[in-house]
């Protein structure tokens, strides 16, 4: 069974930074894709940003620029750099892996924001 396990998150001003890690029980590479979504309160959850197998990447409109999505094969983990940290982007963040047949999802870990 794959286990995705989120950590990083925190409390922070706005304008500061964030680096959240999700680590994979097995080979990242096993997957199509990996990513990070997040939902606030009252909202539905969205992509914020993904990686393919190929190492394309694709981000939300709303975290162009300011974020970043990266990997380290060897310690199978993906990572989210989170920079210009806004007010708005305070959510629980969720890392997703998918494969052919399945989705994986981590536990989440809260960012908060304040203004």
């Known amino acids: 069974q794959v286990q995705l396990v989120e950590s990083g998150g925190g409390l922070v001003q706005a304008g500061g930074s964030l680096r959240l890690s999700c680590a994979a029980s097995g080979n990242i590479f096993s997957f199509n894709a990996m990513g990070w979504y997040r939902q606030a309160p009252g909202k539905q959850r969205e992509l914020v940003a993904g990686i393919t197998r190929r190492g394309w990447t694709n981000y939300a409109n709303s975290v162009q620029g300011r974020f970043t999505i990266s990997r380290d094969s060897a310690k199978n983990t993906v990572y989210l750099q989170m920079n210009s940290l806004k007010p708005e982007d305070t959510a629980v963040y969720y890392c997703?892996?998918?494969?052919?047949?399945?989705?994986?999802w981590g536990q989440g870990t809260q960012v908060t924001v304040s203004s």
């Open positions: 997703n892996a998918e494969s052919v047949s399945s989705a994986y």
